[in-house]
């Protein structure tokens, strides 16, 4: 199974993309808000994959971001709901507001969806609703999520980095600048 990909963007379409990994052409289908966030032609790009194989089809689906990967692993596993579905409920809404809707029941926002009955809405809210921590990790601040992924990036264990940013929320902490700077004296005094 291919889990991710990084190389070159040779081309880009409506609904897909040809990476170049090491002189290899990966055609890739992502979503259309993926799509729109990607890098230019010619540019670096890293996408995690979902790797489908049919009969008939070898097929990878990309994504920008491990929670909509998750995302979609956990759609296609509802009956009645394939990838090329799963992929444009996603184009519809991105992860986080997925979660919202089916936490919410929101039944009638699912059937904005194209290709999505109020049946298979109904479906979907009914087996995810348990699985919503599968879904999407958190429904946190983008301050505080850029912040420990900042801090992580410079080396920190995880678990210390969540320790400290909540500290720094506590203290009063509220832009990514002043979390992170609260959170580093927590992390570099111990």
Known sequence: MIASLKGVILFKNRDSVIIDVSGVGYQ??????DLSNLPGVGEYVFIYTYTYVREDALQ???????????????????????????????SAMPAAKLSQAIHNEEVDLLCTIPGLGKKTASRIILELKEKLPALTHSQEDPSVADAKSALVNLGYKKADVELAVKKSIQS???????????????????
């Open 28 to 33: 890739v289908t992502l979503s259309t808000g």
């Open 60 to 90: 990878l689906f990309g994504f920008l971001s491990a929670e909509d990967k998750e995302a979609f692993m956990t759609l296609i596993k509802i009956s009645g709901i394939g990838p090329k579905l799963g992929l444009s409920i996603l």
């Open 172 to 190: 009063g902490a509220k832009s990514l600048e002043s979390i992170i700077k609260e959170a580093l004296k927590y992390l570099t005094n111990g």
